[in-house]
């Protein structure tokens, strides 16, 4: 069994800066592809930022430019990192793994962290 486990987040001034950190645990499992996904109140889950399986990164629009997506293989863990956040980044924000273990490919999600944004 894997887990994502996330940290980061909280509460910050609009203009700020925030770190977000999901790390991967279990036995015997590597990494297809990582990314972040949020969900603010009222809203579809959307996508933030990934890496696909052949390592390219996609954003979102909202986010080109401001946040960066990066990993670290030997730790199993990628982090997302939040500049110029704005109040309309606020959300829930999950981490999102697709773990390959005993030739099975399965897609693990975060239990979310919170991100909020004030004006």
């Known amino acids: 069994q894997v887990q994502l486990v996330e940290s980061g987040g909280g509460l910050v001034q609009a203009g700020g800066s925030l770190g977000l950190s999901c790390a991967a645990s279990?036995?015997?499992?590597?990494?297809?592809?990582m990314g972040w996904y949020r969900q603010a109140p009222g809203k579809q889950r959307e996508l933030v930022a990934r890496?696909?399986?052949?390592?390219?990164?996609n954003y979102a629009d909202s986010v080109k430019g401001r946040f960066t997506i990066s990993r670290d293989n030997a730790k199993n863990t990628g982090y997302l990192r939040m500049n110029s956040l704005k109040p309309e980044d606020t959300a829930i924000y999950y981490c999102n793994a697709q773990i390959i273990s005993g030739g099975y490919y399965v897609d693990y999600w975060g239990q979310g962290t919170q991100v909020t944004v004030s004006s």
């Open positions: 890496f696909t399986s052949g390592g390219s990164t």
């Open positions: 279990g036995s015997a499992f590597s990494i297809n592809y």
